[in-house]
């Protein structure tokens, strides 16, 4: 079974960078399109960004569109989230998920937690 685990989060101040990482346990991995999620307090969880198994397509929220970049390493069974010009609003919880095109994420990380201070 397809396990994933989350790594990289912080606490930043606006404006910083910080570079996730979701790191898979199989080499299955490259079969699924992979997709970033958060979840701030009190909020429900909401996309972030994904992208296909070959890496060549790619989608982002509005709100994180031009800051962050979501990029994959299938050798390394790897996928990364680029985040840039952080903002207090970026603060959430981040999973990394994965799906085998059937419209659903069926395997989820753990979460990290990413914190930006005004």
């Known amino acids: 079974q397809l396990q994933l685990v989350e790594s990289g989060g912080g606490l930043v101040q606006a404006g910083d960078s910080l570079r996730l990482s979701c790191a898979a346990n199989?080499?299955?991995?490259?079969?699924?399109?992979m997709g970033w999620f958060r979840q701030a307090p009190g909020k429900e969880r909401e996309f972030v960004a994904d992208i296909t198994w070959n890496g060549r397509n790619t989608q982002y929220a509005d709100s994180v569109k031009g800051r962050f970049t979501i990029s994959r390493d299938n050798a390394k069974n790897t996928m990364y989230l680029q985040m840039n010009s952080l903002k207090p609003e970026d603060t959430a919880v981040y999973y990394c998920a994965a799906e085998k095109y059937t419209g659903v994420y069926d395997y989820w990380g753990q979460g990290t937690q990413v914190t930006v201070s005004s």
């Open positions: 199989e080499r299955t991995f490259s079969s699924y399109a």
